[in-house]
């Protein structure tokens, strides 16, 4: 595994977001992120300690790029999976072995924080928390696939057009999670939790036929129950 220096870290992160920037890209949100399931355990510090490489991970230079003839690192070689991750990723000038380390982490933080709660790392790969997880599964780690395929079934918290009816499954055990189906007139279908959840409950929504939008708050993200 190829481990970049803290400078590389830094250029990298310049790099993309400055490509990012000049063609007028989405602005960071800066709102509040979800709260991860409540009960989950502390985070890792070493997720913590590579938050550039992670905003990184998921950003595709928009400026000039090397080709994929020259994605060859400066000792050593790649697999042919680690070019397929790199292929369009790596801004000219730039070392693709740093950009190759935001996969690795990206799969690191997957395969530690599913060690500890699945759901908390299935809803991480949903809410983006984990940024760069779907390119880095498939083509990185593709033992953590059934994390992956998880979470594709899943979607975050907020507001939802033309949901699918079922039964879901929020992954959050957080007593202030609330819930609500509208049809297309507004008229209000459903709604939840009936009664108030105490710590550690399961809260489960379920989406009826013909729902226009499914709100929720504080629920983190859902997946099929």
């Known amino acids: 595994m190829y481990r970049r220096s803290a400078a590389a870290a830094v250029l990298l992160t310049a790099a993309l977001t400055l490509t990012a920037c000049s063609s007028g890209g989405d602005k960071a949100d800066s709102g509040a992120k979800p709260k991860p ?56 000038k730039m070392d693709p072995a740093a950009v190759l380390q ?35 599964i498939n083509l990185l780690c593709p033992e953590q696939k059934p994390i992956l395929a998880a979470a594709e079934k899943g979607f975050a918290e907020g507001p939802r057009t033309s949901p699918a009816a079922g039964s879901y499954r929020a992954l959050t055990q957080a007593t202030n999670c609330t819930w609500e189906a509208k049809g297309k007139d507004g008229s209000v279908l459903a709604s939840g939790p009936e009664t108030p959840p105490k710590a550690g409950d399961k809260i489960t929504a379920a989406i009826p036929a013909g729902t226009a939008e499914f709100n929720s708050s504080g629920c983190y993200a859902w997946i099929p129950a």
């Open 37 to 92: 399931p409540a009960s989950s355990a502390a985070p890792d510090p070493a997720d913590a300690a590579q938050p550039s490489a992670a905003a990184a991970a998921d950003v595709k230079p928009t400026g000039p790029v090397l080709p994929d003839a020259k994605l060859t690192p400066k000792t050593g070689s790649f697999t042919a999976q680690e070019k397929k991750y790199l292929s369009g990723r790596v801004p000219e």
């Open 102 to 136: 935001t996969g690795q982490d990206a799969c690191q933080r997957v395969a530690r924080t599913a060690k500890r709660d699945k759901d908390a790392a299935t809803g991480a790969v949903i809410t983006g928390e984990i940024a760069g997880a779907k390119d880095a």
